[in-house]
């Protein structure tokens, strides 16, 4: 069964400091999509990244980066000098059936991020 | 990019009442849409998943007579809470898929029962 575990439920840290978020995931299908998503306090939930199972390439765009490491199931997010906007709580999720678009999401637990000034 | 409107944002129901709450794709057309809900500091869990013009397939232990979803056009999709009550009470947010748009969320309806 599809499944997602982010271990860390709650992190905080002073701004400024690298944090990482960790995801890890189960699936049976030989082609996935996993994406992160930032939910601010006021609920919506914003899209920052998806990647399919072919693409190992590790991302970044501005101070956050992405690592996706297929060997150990993993796909963990950095957020580099942390800033007091980041606050927020922070979901993995895969999506089922192989397809960006048609399968349901799988989320993970969340996990929320506090950054202090 | 692709725009996913739902309203209301929040609403506050008297228990045994009926809210419906509604989301629409602004610029493209949601071949299937999610329906999620999310209790307080927990994760979204999926409701349903509807097609358009198709009966929503309901995940475990959603009472479908109580959630009742109308995605009748490739633009609107509905989330009607019959008989409403305080244990009813969440954040409910859809998610709508197009042809070729990834998951785009709608902002969510935060539903008090009082």
């Known amino acids: 069964a599809q499944k997602v575990t982010q271990a860390q439920t709650e992190i905080s840290v002073v701004e400024k400091e690298d944090v990482t978020l960790d995801c890890v995931y189960e699936?049976?299908?030989?082609?996935?999509?996993l994406f992160w998503y930032k939910q601010p306090p006021s609920g919506e939930l914003v899209f920052l990244i998806r990647?399919?199972?072919?693409?190992?390439q590790n991302e970044i765009s501005g101070r956050y980066s992405w690592n996706f490491q297929k060997s150990t199931s993993s796909f963990n997010f950095t957020i580099t000098a942390s800033q007091v906007v980041d606050s927020a709580v922070y979901f993995c999720?895969?999506?089922?059936?192989?397809?960006?678009?048609?399968?349901?999401?799988?989320f993970g637990q969340g996990t929320t991020l506090q950054v202090k000034p | 990019g692709a725009v996913v409107s739902q309203h209301p944002s929040w609403v506050i129901c008297k228990s045994g009442t009926s809210v419906k709450i509604e989301c629409r794709s602004l610029?493209?057309?949601?071949?299937?849409m999610f329906w999620y809900r999310q209790f307080p500091k927990q994760s979204l869990m999926l409701m349903a998943t509807?097609?358009?013009?198709?009966?929503?397939?309901?995940e475990q232990g959603v009472e479908k007579d109580k959630f009742l979803i109308n995605h009748a056009s490739l633009t609107l999709s509905t989330l009607t809470v019959t008989s409403a009550h305080p244990e009813d009470s969440s954040f409910y947010i859809c998610?709508?898929?197009?042809?070729?748009?990834?998951?785009?969320f709608g902002s969510g309806t935060r539903l008090t029962v009082v």
């Open positions: 509807s097609n358009e013009g198709s009966k929503a397939t309901y």
């Open positions: 999720a895969l999506s089922e059936g192989g397809s960006s678009n048609t399968g349901k999401l799988i």
């Open positions: 699936t049976r299908d030989t082609t996935y999509y």
């Open positions: 998610s709508a898929t197009g042809p070729i748009q990834s998951y785009t």
């Open positions: 610029d493209f057309q949601a071949t299937t």
């Open positions: 990647r399919n199972s072919f693409d190992e």
